[in-house]
């Protein structure tokens, strides 16, 4: 019997490991990745009688969970004002790349899986903003701005997250062994 907990105990870390970095690939796909590794570190934690990654690391991983979340969508949609954009075309293109993300990132994500949801959440990005603007008057050179400002937008928030998340899987990873 201890032969098999201890099969378990290995098959456990195992997997704790694998969505840890799962969770952190993900969020390259614009995913709430940050998420699956706050909650994987708290089912390790609780499996391990609450020992191995104790109440406050979570708590930590917990705010960076929500700055991550929170501020993928915020510099995306700063980027959109910065580069000339409403405050309504930023809340399209956010929209734009969420649908962009699933409708275009499915049919792309046929042929190649990583990257399609990428270029569906940058080109839905771009469309909403721009045809949010194109709509309200401005010239096209205006509205294409606007989106290329949610495309950069979104690639800054896409970059931050996922820093995020490799932080907190060094964090995890550290305190974990």
């Known amino acids: 019997?201890?032969?098999?907990?201890?099969?378990?105990?290995?098959?456990?870390?195992?997997?704790?490991?694998?969505?840890?970095?799962?969770?952190?690939?993900?969020?390259?796909?614009?995913?709430?990745?940050?998420?699956?590794?706050?909650?994987?570190?708290?089912?390790?934690?609780?499996?391990?009688?609450?020992?191995?990654?104790?109440?406050?690391?979570?708590?930590?991983?917990?705010?960076?969970?929500?700055?991550?979340?929170?501020?993928?969508?915020?510099?995306?949609?700063?980027?959109?004002?910065?580069y000339g954009g409403s405050t309504a075309g930023m809340i399209w293109a956010m929209v734009g790349g969420l649908i962009g993300a699933v409708a275009i990132g499915s049919v792309v994500g046929a042929f190649v899986p990583v990257i399609g949801p990428i270029i569906g959440g940058l080109v839905g990005g771009f469309a909403g903003g721009y045809w949010y603007e194109r709509g309200q008057g401005k010239s096209g050179e205006e509205a294409r701005r606007a989106g290329m400002g949610a495309v950069m937008g979104r690639l800054a928030g896409t970059v931050l997250k996922s820093v995020l998340a490799a932080v907190m899987v060094i964090l995890c990873l550290s305190y974990a062994f």
């Open 1 to 82: 019997m201890e032969f098999l907990s201890g099969i378990l105990a290995y098959l456990g870390i195992a997997l704790f490991v694998i969505t840890l970095f799962v969770g952190a690939f993900i969020t390259l796909l614009g995913l709430p990745g940050t998420v699956l590794i706050l909650v994987d570190a708290v089912i390790y934690s609780a499996a391990t009688h609450w020992e191995k990654l104790e109440w406050w690391l979570l708590l930590v991983l917990g705010v960076i969970t929500l700055v991550a979340e929170i501020s993928d969508n915020v510099v995306s949609a700063a980027g959109v004002k910065k």
